[in-house]
């Protein structure tokens, strides 16, 4: 349930985002998905903001993207959003740019892995 102030429970990010509490206490832990607040009883809270990064880490999980990548991404677009100079700007592209590579790559493999699943999916109703 969202709060007077917009934020909302981890319980609430969890169905949101259709990923479990363990997962969401575990990014947490490891900073990968810190929540914007807490309650007075020490209850996690999340923002808008907060479920927009969750779902981005959510996209990159079938692409078998480690949590140490995750974290790597969002640190790099985290720097972009918070305005580095010129020179740090295009560093951090370059590093953006070989994430979009790899992305390429690892969806172009779930695309063959697809398309191996319907075939065996078709050999099975032809029995």
């Given at each position: 349930?969202?709060?007077?102030?917009?934020?909302?429970?981890?319980?609430?990010?969890?169905?949101?985002?259709?990923m479990?509490?363990?997962?969401?206490?575990?990014?947490?832990?490891?900073?990968?998905l810190?929540?914007?607040?807490?309650?007075?009883?020490?209850?996690?809270?999340?923002?808008?903001?907060?479920?927009?990064?969750?779902?981005?880490?959510?996209?990159?999980?079938?692409?078998?993207?480690?949590?140490?990548?995750?974290?790597?991404l969002?640190?790099?677009?985290?720097?972009?959003?918070?305005?580095?100079?010129?020179?740090?700007?295009?560093?951090?592209?370059?590093?953006?740019?070989?994430?979009?590579?790899?992305?390429?790559?690892?969806?172009?493999?779930?695309?063959?892995?697809?398309e191996?699943?319907?075939?065996?999916?078709?050999?099975?109703?032809?029995?």
């Amino acid at each position: 349930m969202a709060t007077s102030n917009g934020m909302m429970h981890i319980g609430e990010l969890a169905e949101r985002s259709e990923m479990s509490l363990r997962s969401l206490r575990h990014y947490d832990e490891i900073g990968l998905l810190s929540a914007s607040g807490r309650t007075e009883g020490g209850f996690r809270l999340y923002t808008e903001t907060d479920y927009e990064r969750l779902i981005l880490i959510r996209r990159m999980k079938p692409l078998g993207f480690s949590l140490d990548e995750m974290a790597d991404l969002l640190r790099i677009i985290d720097a972009l959003e918070s305005g580095s100079d010129e020179n740090r700007r295009a560093e951090l592209r370059a590093e953006l740019s070989g994430f979009v590579e790899q992305t390429i790559t690892r969806r172009e493999k779930l695309r063959r892995q697809l398309e191996m699943a319907d075939e065996f999916l078709e050999l099975l109703r032809t029995r």
